[in-house]
């Protein structure tokens, strides 16, 4: 990939500035104009139109090429979470230094966790200060030509990482880490690499090197398929059991222009729950995962949809309105004759397509698929107004899905007022938002799904539609538990998050994230509704003194935290009461946000000289312990499995022998073990604890019922009134 980057100019003379003892703030306004204004005309003297997964320019001066040698992304899921380490190796072409800015988005739910340079030939790995403060100290050595690096988040899905100085003709190699949950549906968890984005004008989507992406996957859930819907035959995937699998794409001069895409198909044929916990010190940090599995019969009952479709011009971009269309196209093939449904478009203002619910036959179907069919991107987008006219359909009888197909992508003044719109629904309305793209507004997206009680789904242009279509509609027509609350005794636990519990959907998992003091054993209780019948279950679960098996678990609480507070204060309308918090867990769990970003240093003296805690330092230590081990765990499963394979070795012949009884039968004691088989030895699991609700004792919670029960409760109160 080629990439345009500027040089950092110095006037003639010039000498170079000391370190500051204390940094000076609000100095860097001149220098950002300057980069806008540079970025400005590098656009326009170098038009291009493909896209790819980042582009690096620089904050003014003359033009220049940068190449990527090397691309490879190593991604570890375990049981839903997914830790991703991007390795880039930059060539500067030019006989010059250079300070390069390279653009990149992250995918949706993913936290930020490590930025780390290579400087002198050692790995120095980046802090998390807070932004302003952490821009500063990178001014401060770019005066000098020392080696900072500077990593911000620059919107929603957006971050950037300045390296200076790129020596003449030299390499710098880099490293980003970031953790994320995976969606479910159903029972299939998909993983997307962005690699389609806009997060600047277009360049040449190839790696002039080797780009490559390989998959480690455990699951306490047996694995049951893993393939992958964008690349296809192009993928190398390899079980080695039904709890690990690996997969890997490998590619020379590869093009980056599409997202690389991964579905893992796990078998839940029943609700289940996970606990993931993790503790160093007094207090620990947990995970509580509850999935409603196929006991969680559908109903019978038909419902109302209305499919509000984005045509605003934005949508133009990254084929956004054409994936739109398939998938709106995929989901009118899953629905009912029994249902009912509408078509909508907007962009500054809805039109209808039918201006009436008509019955979801096949003639009507093709109808909207038509209508659909001719509608182009163009215009703003102004989103309240649609969803207004979507609201007009609710009816007291039927239950009304309002679907949106957006990015999201509205003015900024619009927010407040959405939200608002979205907490006046009628009672019997559920608002669903799917994006489609990586330049989508997740954040708007999900806080609107999540305050109507909805979900939202986030696809990738390389994602199979028609699986997806089908996947989310089996959530709404199955019973989804309401009002729930968790309650937890034996133990001190604080701080969950999310506070206020969402709806419970079939094939959607319901993930906890919490703090917690004391150990041993402790009795959870969920509490819900399910279609207005009461729901009570309990199980006991360990929450141990010490636990090092799954420290990521500490960031994905914080980051959980990061956005609660977020949402809190946009519903507000005001966030600046709420960014003392959010900069003190971003400095304390090195969580690069909007408000704080990660640093990096040239060696650890110049740390100490800014009093900057290694805290970063020490949790990677700690996570890598773990991920090593978890490596090694999966290197045995996967020798265990190779040494099965190869020729069978012909059965010697001997004289048949009169069949004995078992019982008569003598057992091999383990010293006439022959000396050339050597024992497996199996590593400690990592402690999890997961089960099936429906389980009868044999696990270490013993009998939970969950949907399966609350339904059977159901049919078993319809039969008692008829």
């Known amino acids: 990939m080629k990439m345009f980057l500027t040089k950092d100019k110095q006037s003639a003379g010039q000498r170079p500035a000391t370190v500051p003892a204390q940094p000076q703030r609000g100095r860097d306004l001149p220098r950002l104009l300057n980069s806008v204004i540079a970025f400005s005309l590098l656009a326009v003297a170098f038009p291009l139109t493909t896209q790819a997964a980042g582009l690096l320019i620089a904050d003014g001066g003359f033009g220049g090429v940068l190449e990527v040698k090397e691309h490879s992304v190593q991604v570890t899921i375990n049981n839903g979470i997914a830790v991703t380490k991007i390795t880039q190796v930059f060539h500067n072409t030019e006989k010059r230094q250079v300070e390069a800015l390279y653009t990149f988005p992250v995918p949706k739910g993913a936290s930020v966790a490590n930025f780390s340079m290579w400087i002198n030939g050692k790995e120095m790995v980046g802090e998390v200060l807070e932004k302003q403060h952490a821009r500063e100290i990178y001014n401060s050595y770019r005066q000098q030509r020392r080696d900072p690096g500077l990593l911000e988040q620059t919107d929603y899905r957006t971050f950037d990482m300045r390296i200076f100085p790129i020596g003449p003709e030299a ?3 880099v490293e980003i880490s970031y953790y994320q949950e995976l969606d479910f549906d159903r029972d299939i968890a998909t993983y997307v690499y962005p690699l389609a984005t806009v997060t600047r004008p277009g360049v040449n989507a190839r790696t002039t090197g080797k780009f490559t992406i390989s998959f480690e996957i455990k699951s306490a859930v047996p694995i ?18 039904d709890s690990f699998w690996q997969a890997n794409l490998e590619s020379s001069g590869a093009s980056l222009a599409q997202d690389v895409v991964l579905a893992c198909r796990v078998a839940r044929p029943h609700t289940g729950l996970d606990l993931a916990t993790s503790r160093e010190g007094e207090a620990g940090f947990f995970c509580l995962t509850v999935m409603a599995g196929q006991d969680a019969a559908p109903t019978a009952d038909s419902m109302d949809y209305v499919f509000v479709l984005d045509i605003s011009g934005s949508m133009a971009q990254d084929g956004k309105l054409l994936a739109s269309k398939d998938s709106v196209f995929a989901f009118l093939n899953e629905l009912g004759e029994a249902d009912r449904f509408e078509v909508m478009t907007f962009n500054v203002k809805p039109e209808l397509g039918f201006g009436q619910l008509l019955p979801a036959t096949a003639a009507n179907k093709q109808r909207a698929s038509e209508h659909l069919a001719r509608q182009q991107a163009h215009g703003g987008t102004v989103l309240q107004p649609a969803i207004a006219t979507a609201y007009k359909y609710s009816t007291p009888d039927r239950s009304l899905n309002v679907i949106i197909l957006s990015d999201g992508l509205t003015e900024p003044q619009e927010r407040p007022g959405l939200l608002q719109q979205i907490q006046a629904r009628p009672g019997n309305t559920r608002v669903f938002c799917v994006g ?22 986030f696809l990738s242009p390389g994602d199979n539609f028609t699986r997806q279509a089908r996947a989310f509609r089996q959530k709404l027509i199955r019973p989804f538990a309401t009002n729930l609350k968790l309650n937890f005794a034996g133990v001190e636990v604080t701080d969950l998050e999310p506070a206020v519990l969402p709806n419970l959907y079939f094939g959607a998992p319901l993930r906890v994230y919490g703090r917690y003091r004391g150990q041993g054993t402790a009795e959870v209780t969920l509490r819900g509704s399910l279609q207005g019948v009461e729901l009570k279950e309990a199980a006991r679960l360990e929450f141990p003194k010490t636990d090092t098996t799954n420290p990521e678990i500490n960031r994905l609480w914080a980051w959980r935290r990061i956005n609660s507070l977020l949402k809190d204060a946009d519903r507000k309308g005001d966030r600046q009461s709420a960014l003392p918090e959010i900069v003190r867990l971003g400095e304390d769990f090195s969580i690069a946000t909007e408000y704080t970003s990660f640093i990096v240093l040239e060696n650890d003296a110049e740390y100490q000289r800014w009093k900057i805690t290694r805290k970063n330092l020490a949790a990677i230590g700690g996570e890598r312990q773990a991920q090593a081990k978890r490596r090694e765990q999966l290197e045995a499963i996967r020798n265990k499995a190779l040494s099965e394979i190869g020729p069978q070795a012909a059965a010697p012949i001997v004289a048949k022998a009169p069949v004995q009884m078992a019982s008569a039968q003598k057992t091999t004691s383990p010293s006439s073990t022959p000396p050339s088989a050597s024992r497996q030895i199996q590593p400690q ?4 604890q997961s089960w099936n609700f429906h389980s009868t004792g044999s696990g270490p919670v013993g009998p939970l019922g969950l949907l399966a029960a609350f339904w059977f409760l159901r049919r078993k109160q319809k039969g008692a009134v008829t």
């Open 171 to 173: 390499d710098q190699k």
């Open 224 to 241: 049951v398929e893993v393939e992958s819907p964008s690349h296809g035959a192009a993928f190398a995937v390899a079980k080695h059991s």
């Open 436 to 457: 489609v793209g990586n330049d989508v507004n997740r954040p708007l997206l999900e806080q609107l799904a999540e305050d109507s009680g909805g979900l939202s789904a």
């Open 685 to 688: 699991p990592e402690r999890r």
